[in-house]
């Protein structure tokens, strides 16, 4: 396998629009966006052991553990279309996590490039999750004050019924989200940060802003 030279990591806290600019990422450098959430509720909708298993905890807005994240990973990082990279989304969200990806990526002959964190203020985030929806059939991500849909309810993309996560419309389960974040994201930051391979970019600014601010970036690490 040779070296991959598209390889990333996207860290935000939720409603930091990581999942929309993963997507917008994935398109323009024609590298696959592996999000965890993404492929944690196809295990659901599946209803396998594993996913299972994971809406334990994901009702609760508790963070799903490793014995379940790494299975679901591994499978998916083996995938023919990683072949020339890939932005993972929502993982690593610890160190050991991070330390993971560093395994697997050097089995592989793999570089990571650099981890992009999006940051976001906290009083922007609650106002952010209150207006988000997402598509049921393609995971695309909306918001009602910034990026709306073109028809209330449906899909732009793929004529997709929308909806509200549960989780989102939790308050209690949004302070628990946002407490579990710093617990055990922050650490990885650090790391990240330590080993010079940290981007940050401000994710207040209108979507497009942010994209342009991340390829800017990025279009250097070619």
């Known amino acids: 396998?040779?070296?991959?030279?598209?390889?990333?990591?996207i860290i935000g806290i939720q409603g930091s629009g990581k999942g929309t600019q993963a997507q917008m990422l994935s398109v323009k450098y024609h590298i696959p966006h592996i999000a965890m959430g993404d492929m944690l509720r196809e295990q659901i909708r599946q209803g396998t052991e594993l996913g299972l298993q994971a809406k334990a905890f994901l009702d609760k807005g508790a963070l799903v553990p490793d014995s379940i994240i790494f299975p679901v990973f591994h499978e998916r990082f083996l995938a023919p279309d990683c072949e020339t990279?890939?932005?993972l989304?929502?993982?690593?969200?610890?160190?050991?996590?991070?330390?993971?990806l560093d395994r697997v990526l050097d089995q592989v002959k793999k570089k990571l490039r650099c981890a992009i964190l999006i940051d976001l203020p906290e009083q922007t985030l609650y106002e952010r999750l209150n207006?988000?929806?997402?598509?049921s059939s393609?995971?695309?991500?909306?918001?009602?004050?910034?990026?709306?849909p073109g028809s209330a309810g449906i899909c732009d993309k793929c004529g997709g019924t929308l909806y509200k996560r549960s989780d989102d419309s939790d308050t209690a389960a949004i302070r628990e989200r946002?407490?579990?974040?710093?617990?055990?994201?922050?650490?990885?930051?650090?790391?990240?940060?330590?080993r010079d391979l940290l981007v940050t970019v401000q994710g207040d600014a209108?979507?497009?802003?942010?994209?342009?601010?991340?390829?800017?970036?990025?279009d250097v690490q070619v």
């Open 85 to 87: 990279g890939f932005l």
């Open 131 to 135: 207006n988000r929806l997402m598509c």
């Open 89 to 100: 989304d929502g993982f690593p969200r610890s160190v050991t996590q991070a330390q993971e």
């Open 178 to 194: 946002v407490a579990q974040f710093h617990r055990s994201t922050d650490p990885v930051i650090e790391y990240y940060r330590t």
């Open 206 to 218: 209108p979507i497009n802003d942010v994209f342009q601010s991340i390829s800017r970036i990025l």
């Open 1 to 9: 396998m040779t070296l991959a030279p598209h390889t990333y990591v």
């Open 138 to 148: 393609c995971n695309t991500i909306y918001n009602l004050l910034s990026s709306p």
